[in-house]
């Protein structure tokens, strides 16, 4: 996921403001559905980076930045691995095993951990 551009993080800012959707979308010539989704998009980002900052290898922050597919993090989580590095000892079969996990995503998951460290 790329950063906000200056555009959606100015009609995020309206609404942190307190701005009512039809006004913004009046402002900005969108739809109230549009910004909701802008504002939702960029409070999304706002909050992987936050996560990041502080635990690189979060699985939550991976997944709301883009990094990593939603179901892909959720069975990670099921299975209770909250972070990269709890990938440490398991093999590639391992994580296949898991659902929704397939070759390719758990061989990018060993490359996110490489790249980690």
Known sequence: MKPPSDRNRAIAARR???V??????????????????IVERVERYDRAVAILRFEPSN???LGLIGKIPRLVRISLQASGIERLEDLDGMSL??????????RRWATMLFKLCAELK
Do not use: C, T, W, Y
């Open 16 to 18: 942190a403001e307190g």
């Open 93 to 102: 079969d391992d994580l296949v095993r898991l659902p929704n996990i397939g």
């Open 59 to 61: 699985l939550e922050g």
């Open 20 to 37: 009512v959707l039809p006004a913004i979308a009046a402002e900005f010539k969108l739809s109230k559905q549009r910004v909701r989704q």
